[in-house]
């Protein structure tokens, strides 16, 4: 699976973002699909996944409430909607991909997107 992201930009405190990000390749049913972010000097942390079989999600408590994840599967394409935006929600953010079990950490995912930036200035 390659991953391909878009969305990111520059926006103020209380504004909204929506990120993309498209998959070629096969999806497999137990696959899940999310995304990271990560600031400069920080790992790379959990935002929001979306399981490809049920469509169950799961969220980082400081994003639960602001951020939507969904899903296209006709576009093999997966959104998160980012809403009331923060300027500590300023980071780059990477979509993933794989067949995981602790949807929350990184090195279980084997397709990663390139990172979009989102910046959110107060």
């Known amino acids: 699976v390659q991953l391909q992201a878009s969305g990111g930009g520059l926006v103020q405190a209380g504004g909204s973002l929506r990120l993309s990000c498209a998959a070629s390749?096969?999806?497999?049913?137990?696959?899940?699909m999310g995304w990271f972010r990560r600031t400069p000097g920080e790992e790379r942390e959990f935002v929001a996944t979306?399981?490809?079989?049920?469509?169950?999600?799961s969220y980082r408590d400081s994003v639960k409430g602001r951020f939507t994840i969904t899903r296209d599967s006709a576009k093999k394409t997966v959104y998160l909607q980012m809403d009331s935006l923060k300027p500590e929600d300023t980071a780059v953010y990477y979509c993933?991909?794989?067949?995981?079990?602790?949807?929350?950490?990184?090195?279980?995912?084997?397709?990663w997107g390139q990172g979009t930036l989102v910046t959110v200035s107060s």
């Open positions: 993933a991909a794989g067949s995981v079990k602790q949807v929350r950490v990184a090195r279980q995912y084997d397709a």
């Open positions: 390749g096969r999806i497999f049913g137990n696959y899940v």
């Open positions: 979306i399981r490809w079989s049920d469509d169950s999600t």
